[in-house]
């Protein structure tokens, strides 16, 4: 117990006189030490240094699985994951595959759930990727490439949430004709990306990628910083003022993540199939 108006300040530390509840030893002690002693015994007991490690006194064990209270059914990022009999814990697609190959995999391989859905572990839906990069290549470009093979006919652009969807909506997946005569910027210069010469308030020319200066007309501004233009077609060398839309990068990261969902989609109604040997997306005909 703490004895009564025995607070005092020392060296900018506020301390009291503390008796201890199991042997009656007197001393001086923190004020911040016996409120996080009260804390972790869970009551108004103050104790010595000697008599806080009598077993009487131990830390409970902490809850872990099910009955914790931010119990998430065994998922981790959207994964299943599992126990193992020496106690390690370990996604579940992970440890079919490692059953499945006869060894262990490497931490920089990655994988891949074919049909885009984390608690689909049939080994059927599994393929295993040698690194990230090769793993990011099948999300970035396969499966995004034969979604836009499907647009304005089973997937469309949706410019009230700025995604690709599948549910076609006159309202949200049309605009209106945008018609800009291309000739008032110039000639282009380059030819893997285009860029116009664009003239500037000291009378020099600066030049500036087509689509930056397309936009920046639409908007009559210049672009922030964080904003980026967006190809609703895929092509970056179509500039045409309908392909292009201004998005922040996060919205621009969502808009090219629900093209792999449209894939995804497209793949359970038989329009997309996957070759395991190529490991990649491809469009059925």
């Not at 599994?126 to 006919?153: D, P, Q, T, V």
């Not at 397309?214 to 060398?237: S, W």
Request: net charge positive; with cysteine.
């Amino acid at each position: 117990m703490i004895v009564e108006n025995s607070k005092f300040k020392k060296n900018n530390v506020y301390r009291v006189i503390r008796i201890c509840d199991e042997c009656g030893e007197r001393g001086e002690q923190c004020l911040q030490s016996v409120k996080r002693g009260r804390k972790i015994r869970g009551g108004e007991i103050d104790l010595c240094r000697r008599c806080a490690y009598l077993s009487k006194y131990a830390k409970k064990k902490p809850i872990r699985g099910k009955k914790h209270h931010s119990w998430k059914h065994g998922l981790q990022g959207g994964y299943k994951r599992i126990t193992l009999e020496d106690g390690r814990r370990i996604r579940e697609h992970r440890y079919i595959y490692e059953k499945h190959i006869g060894r262990e995999i490497v931490s920089k391989e990655r994988v891949h759930h074919i049909d885009f859905n984390r608690l689909n572990n049939d080994i059927s839906n599994l393929i295993l990727f040698e690194n990230n990069g090769e793993h990011r290549k099948c999300h970035m470009i396969s499966m995004e490439k034969c979604a836009l093979e499907f647009l304005n006919s089973k997937m469309w652009f949706d410019f009230r949430t700025n995604k690709y969807t599948l549910e076609y909506d006159e309202d949200f997946c049309e605009r209106n004709n945008i018609e800009i005569d291309l000739s008032i910027f110039g000639k282009k210069v380059g030819i893997k990306y285009p860029k116009y010469k664009v003239e500037r308030k000291d009378g020099t020319f600066q030049e500036r990628k087509c689509y930056i200066v397309i936009i920046e007309h639409l908007l009559k501004r210049r672009l922030c910083y964080g904003e980026v233009v967006h190809h609703i077609d895929g092509d970056n060398l179509n500039n045409n003022p309908n392909n292009l839309v201004m998005l922040n990068r996060k919205i621009h990261a969502s808009a090219h993540y629900s093209l792999q969902l449209c894939t995804a989609e497209l793949l359970k109604i038989g329009s997309v199939g996957f070759n395991r040997e190529k490991k990649e997306y491809f469009v059925k005909s």
